[in-house]
C-alpha cells in the first residue's frame, strides 16, 4: 500500500471518529469547495457544498439526541480514493432505532476531503428522517 493510500485511510478513520463524536469539527475534513453527494431521488438525496451540508446537517443530527455512531466494518484505498464501508447506530427523536448500513467514497488530497459520496438504505431513511 502506497504511503498516500495509507494516510488517507487514517484521515477517513478520522473522519468517522469525528462524525460519531458528535461535534461538528467533522466539517474541518472538508475544504471550502468540497462537494457532498448523497443517494436518493427525497429531499436527502443530491449534492451539497461545504456550505449547504452545515444547515443542512444540523437538521438531520438535531433528530438523533443521542447521535449516531459510525463503525467502519471494511475499508480500501488506493492513491486518493478510500471507500469506506459503516454501519450506522442511532435512536431517532421519534423513539425508532435508525440503524443504516452505509458505503461512501471519500477522494482526499492534501489531506482533505473534496469529495464524498455516500450510499445508503434510501427506503429506511425516506421511512425514517422524512416520515415517508
Not at 18 to 36: A, M, P, V
Request: avoid cysteine; aromatic fraction near 10%.
Amino acid at each position: 500500500m502506497s504511503e498516500t493510500s495509507k494516510n488517507n485511510k487514517e484521515i477517513a478513520t478520522e473522519f468517522f471518529n469525528s462524525l460519531s463524536s458528535g461535534k461538528e469539527d467533522y466539517l474541518d475534513f472538508y475544504t471550502d469547495d468540497s462537494t457532498i453527494w448523497t443517494a436518493g431521488d427525497n429531499a436527502i438525496g443530491g449534492t451539497r457544498t461545504k456550505e449547504e451540508v452545515i444547515e443542512f446537517a444540523q437538521g438531520i443530527l438535531a433528530a438523533f439526541p443521542n447521535g449516531i455512531t459510525f463503525n467502519i466494518t471494511g475499508m480500501t484505498a488506493e492513491d486518493d480514493r478510500v471507500a469506506v464501508e459503516v454501519s450506522g447506530e442511532s435512536i431517532h427523536a421519534s423513539g425508532q432505532p435508525y440503524n443504516n448500513r452505509y458505503h461512501f467514497l471519500l477522494i482526499i488530497r492534501d489531506g482533505k476531503i473534496i469529495q464524498l459520496k455516500e450510499y445508503m438504505d434510501t427506503q429506511l431513511a425516506a421511512k425514517i428522517l422524512l416520515g415517508e
